[in-house]
């Protein structure tokens, strides 16, 4: 499935200008965008999706600017040369992974101050670190507006922090429900697997171990990301509130690894570069990782079409595990 949408991208493009004094009003300014989540595209031009809500924010911001003694316009726009679609919302994507991974390095701070004290003042502290965090996030969820990578990975840390912290014990983490069975390989077999379009990294590893290792005549559909409804007999996998995603500091490979009781060390291997490529914390420090990505990446760039991304990643990741394979004494 293509995951280019069939309606054609439409974009609000503000075009202003700002007096050179007072220095704090290009602040405020620069702040309000900031606030509402455009991106620079050009200098002094500042782009949103179009949508009704998003052309009231630049028509409030026209008012402040004109206000401040600047002049400012805003105009709906199709890209017809230069920039592509797709390299716009690159740029949002990037400014909300930036975002995120403040978000999820904050997260990890508080995991570790638990580790080293987890008495019960530190664990009421903690609740209130999380409840901070949860509201950033929310809000920067908001300004998301293609669903960046980076959401799952600080999703994934908050939910553990809140199962961690949580006066009752016996609460699990909502990605925890999967069926019950006492082969975990057969309880994973016959769903119809679920994920967000734009595969990457972890998608594409994920994919590949379910119809290598799990079930290989599973169908796996690609969805959008936000307010996605499961289906009857469908798994999410590296979605928001999906029933196999990250968890904690661990990315979703390394949980589906887990739920399929899947130990082979070279598949733990695997798991381990995927993991240092999508959470980007060194955690593992796999020299292989960096040459990975840059396939991934290169794969991900020439192919629009994610059921071909799946297909030509699986190629990727089944020489890998190969490779580790053949190491192994």
């Known amino acids: 499935m293509n995951n280019d949408d069939t309606t054609e991208q439409r ?10 004094k007072p220095a704090y009003f290009r602040v405020k300014i620069w702040r309000r965008l900031q606030g509402i ?16 809500e998003t052309q009231e924010d630049f028509q409030w911001l026209v008012k402040e600017i004109a206000a401040g003694g600047g002049e400012a316009m805003v105009c709906e ?57 949860r509201r950033r996030l929310s809000d920067i969820v908001s300004l998301d507006f293609f669903e960046a990578t980076g959401r799952v990975v600080a999703e994934g840390l908050i ?15 909502p ?24 595969a990457h990294v972890d998608r594409i590893a994920c994919g590949w171990l379910i119809r290598r290792f799990i079930d290989p005549d599973a169908e796996i559909r690609f969805v959008p990301g936000k307010g996605y409804v499961p289906k009857p ?3 999410r996998f590296d979605m928001f509130e999906g029933e196999v995603t990250h968890e904690g500091d661990r990315c979703s490979f390394e949980v589906l690894l887990g739920r399929a009781g899947l130990a082979d060390p070279a598949l733990q291997a695997v798991g381990e570069i ?3 490529i999508d959470l980007k914390d060194g955690k593992f420090g796999r020299d292989e990782a960096g040459g990975i990505s840059s396939l991934i990446a290169g794969i991900a760039m020439s192919e629009p079409d994610d059921a071909q991304r799946l297909v030509k990643g699986a190629g990727v990741f089944e020489t890998l595990y190969q490779y580790f394979r053949a190491r192994r004494p």
């Open 77 to 133: 726009a199709r890209l017809v040369d230069g920039l592509t679609d797709a390299q716009v919302r690159a740029l949002f994507d990037a400014a909300r992974d930036t975002d995120y991974a403040a978000i999820s390095e904050e997260a990890r701070g508080i995991a570790a101050a638990l580790d080293i004290d987890e008495s019960s003042e530190k664990r009421a502290e903690a609740r209130s670190q999380i409840g901070r965090l």
């Open 11 to 20: 974009w609000l493009l503000l075009i202003h200008q700002l007096p050179t």
């Open 233 to 235: 007999g469908e798994l």
């Open 37 to 52: 989540g455009a991106v620079a595209v050009k200098s002094s031009v500042y782009a949103l999706p179009a949508s009704a």
């Open 159 to 173: 939910v553990e922090l809140e199962a961690r912290t949580a006066e009752d014990t016996s609460m699990a983490s």
């Open 274 to 276: 995927v993991h240092d």
């Open 175 to 198: 990605s925890a429900a999967l069926p019950a069975d006492l082969n975990p390989l057969a309880a994973l077999k016959g769903h119809v697997w679920v994920t967000r379009r734009d």
